[in-house]
């Protein structure tokens, strides 16, 4: 599909819109109230249920190796999940993972 200028610049617009809109029925409509104890409950989960999203199609299917699916980086990451359950440190899990998936690639 091919689009003027003007088009793509009324797309910006209006997703621009659209998005602020959605951020401010959330903080500008309801930000200075305080929230049920069950809204806040399921908020801590957020970043629980969003990063493996974000990082399980970089593990199983990795544009280093063309899609495929790679030992290193999926011994990283099982190593990556070991470590922060077993020591419940977000950061140490995430060096010990690095640090496989280097040595990992280094051999």
Do not use: C
């Amino acid at each position: 599909m091919n689009y003027s200028d003007t088009e793509i610049w009324w797309i910006i617009v209006v997703l621009g819109v659209g998005t602020f809109l959605i951020r401010f029925s959330f903080l500008g409509l309801i930000g200075d109230r305080p929230m049920p104890e069950w809204v806040l409950r399921h908020l801590r989960y957020t970043a629980v249920a969003i990063l493996p999203g974000l990082v399980a199609p970089l593990v199983l299917w990795p544009t280093a190796t063309g899609g495929e699916p790679d030992p290193a980086r999926l011994t990283a990451a099982v190593v990556t999940m070991v470590l922060g359950v077993w020591t419940k440190n977000v950061a140490g899990s995430m060096l010990g993972g690095a640090l496989v998936l280097y040595g990992m690639q280094y051999l």
